[in-house]
């Protein structure tokens, strides 16, 4: 599995690769860490044919849940 970090505009997403049969097996595990912002390429027989990401939030939605964070950690 390759590990790869981006930067872009406040965003750091942790690239990797994993086969379609890892994904299958371990589907829950690998969601976890899409949840926790890193970004899966499934490859099938060593061709890329998925990618999986975080879903970006709005705007709006993001400045609500990093006031509720902030909120939280303080």
């Known amino acids: 599995m390759d590990?790869?970090?981006?930067?872009?505009t406040n965003i750091i997403a942790h690239m990797r690769t994993v086969s379609?049969?890892?994904?299958?097996?371990?589907?829950?595990?690998?969601?976890?860490?899409?949840?926790?912002?890193?970004?899966v390429t499934v490859l099938s027989r060593g061709k890329p044919v998925a990618t999986?990401?975080?879903?970006?939030?709005?705007?709006e939605?993001?400045?609500s849940a990093k006031r509720a964070l902030l909120a939280r950690l303080s």
């Open 3 to 8: 590990n790869v970090v981006l930067s872009t």
């Open 61 to 63: 939605q993001r400045q």
């Open 52 to 59: 999986i990401a975080p879903v970006r939030l709005k705007s």
């Open 20 to 39: 379609a049969a890892d994904a299958n097996r371990h589907f829950s595990s690998m969601l976890r860490d899409v949840a926790m912002g890193e970004v």
